[in-house]
């Protein structure tokens, strides 16, 4: 099976953009203050990588890290 | 009123960019874009003489490296101006650095997360389409006077719970405080002046009478020791949120049609794939970005290995760091469905802006119910459009022939 992608969004370099929660809203959640957070444990299925990537390669604070597992 | 004592002498034109550049300049408000690309030709950093002394970066890097350091480079003033009075009125969070930026900043968030402009996208809607009703018969009209500015008046008026048809005095004390405020100090004062005796009768009225619009959630919010905020906070901050919001949108809507008017693909485009526009707001808002900021440098110290000192503000193009075609391939090129695009037209690291959700709302929706209306529509040869000078840059005259009349 092909390796799987995780994404985690780093706390400290997250600014609330919110461009990855309009670009991938499956895969990201704001909280109060609009910053985002990944979904559940950051599992991305198969279906979404697409959407996970674009969500990385516009975050302008480059907090949205992902990894294949 | 304004004496003219209090307006500094007029700038001599430019004529050596790269040593001497001025933002205000004509040539500067009407055409940025060649002499920012000769800039970052000659450095990463450059430096003028006038306004006392400021830099400016002209990469991304560069401008990336300034926003991330708040120890270098402060917030106290966001506006580079020909005069450095000293620093009176107060604007938190735009005008803090750590730590007290934080919690000035956590107060005004949660009123303006996406979720929050999806309820407010309805009535957004509907101003849209009482504004084209207004003028859609005469077949043109000036799109900057008559659309793009009363779409964000209408909208914060509506959000802070005041009249929509106040904006019109919003709308002259902004111009007094961003554009006449550069070189007149007088001018600026007198509008903030006007501004916070107008709130602080809407203050004095939700005490007495409390409702559950923005300005009362203020007034209910509590400062990081849990105490309620003075009245001089949540003035600060209403002064703040109609600076911030007005022109800026104003012009990135303005842009935006500019646009679409002269480049007959890119209309066509939105209008047979309306999926599009999430991509198409960002990329307009890259390549058409409307907000310079300032910073003033504290210690000495090097930005992209250019030294700067002390004593200097910095012009903080965010707009000149989007046109930089080492961070976006074709930058100078309008590409409406661009995919990768870190663009940091509402700024980067912790000044990141707090309406950017509703900014955002608020063009896709003025871009959308103009197209649905007004899908074929051009520049007005026999009118000229001009463009704002200095801290917020957009079309303050758009006319716009409709149809293929
Ligand atoms: C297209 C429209 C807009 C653009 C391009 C824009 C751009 C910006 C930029 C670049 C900053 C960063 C300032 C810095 O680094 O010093 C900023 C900050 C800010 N903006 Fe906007 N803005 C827009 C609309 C709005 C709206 C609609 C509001 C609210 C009603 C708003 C409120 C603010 C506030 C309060 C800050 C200060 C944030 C802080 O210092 O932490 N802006 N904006």
């Known amino acids: ?69 | 009123m304004s004496d003219s004592a209090s307006i500094m002498p007029e700038h001599p034109p430019v004529t050596d960019w790269i040593n001497d550049f001025d933002h205000t300049d004509p040539v500067w408000t009407e055409d940025p874009f060649p002499i920012w690309e000769k800039l970052r030709a000659a450095s990463p950093v450059v430096h003028t003489e006038r306004f006392l002394g400021c830099y400016m970066p002209t990469t991304y890097q560069a401008v990336k490296e300034i926003a991330y350091d708040t120890e270098h480079f402060s917030s106290r003033r966001v506006i580079v101006r020909d005069v450095r009075p000293e620093i009176t009125a107060r604007a938190p969070p735009i005008t803090s650095d750590p730590p007290e930026h934080k919690p000035a900043k956590q107060i005004l968030l949660p009123p303006f997360t996406p979720d929050a402009m999806k309820k407010l996208e309805p009535r957004v809607r509907a101003i849209c389409n009482e504004l084209i009703d207004e003028f859609i018969a005469e077949g043109k009209c000036d799109a900057a006077a008559r659309y793009t500015k009363h779409v964000p008046v209408r909208a914060i008026a509506h959000m802070l719970g005041i009249p929509e048809k106040d904006g019109d005095l919003f709308i002259k004390w902004i111009h007094g405080i961003l554009e006449l405020g550069i070189k007149d100090d007088n001018a600026l004062m007198d509008a903030v002046k006007e501004m916070t005796g107008y709130f602080a009768g809407h203050l004095e009225q939700r005490k007495k009478n409390p409702t559950d619009d923005l300005i009362s959630t203020l007034m209910k919010a509590k400062d990081k020791d849990g105490n309620p905020l003075t009245d001089e906070h949540v003035l600060g901050s209403l002064r703040l949120l109609l600076i911030a919001g007005i022109d800026t949108t104003w012009s990135a809507i303005g842009s935006s049609l500019w646009h679409l008017a002269k480049t007959p693909a890119d209309r066509e485009r939105l209008v047979k794939e309306p999926a599009l526009m999430p991509l198409a707001v960002e990329e307009l808002l890259r390549a058409y970005s409307p907000v310079t900021m300032a910073r003033e440098v504290m210690k000495e110290t090097t930005v992209s290995g250019c030294p700067v000192r002390p004593g200097n503000m910095v012009l903080l193009s965010f707009p000149a760091a989007n046109r930089d075609p080492a961070m976006f391939p074709d930058a100078d090129k309008v590409v409406i469905d661009r995919k990768e695009n870190r663009h940091a037209a509402f700024g980067l690291g912790i000044h990141r802006c707090v309406g950017s959700n509703l900014a955002r709302m608020e063009m896709t929706v003025a871009i959308e119910e103009w197209l649905k209306r007004i899908p074929d529509f051009r520049l007005d040869p026999a009118g000229k459009v001009t463009w704002s000078e200095g801290t917020v840059r957009g079309p303050r005259q758009l006319p716009l022939l409709f149809g293929t009349n």
């Open chain 1, 1 to 69: 099976m092909a390796a799987k992608l995780k994404i985690r969004v780093d706390q400290d370099k997250c600014q609330g953009h919110a461009r990855c929660k309009s670009l991938a809203p499956e895969l990201f959640e704001l909280d109060e203050f609009g910053n985002a957070h990944e979904t559940g444990d950051g599992s991305v299925p198969a279906s979404l990588e697409d959407k996970a990537w674009l969500a990385q390669s516009n975050c302008p604070e480059i907090a949205i890290e992902v990894t294949e597992e």
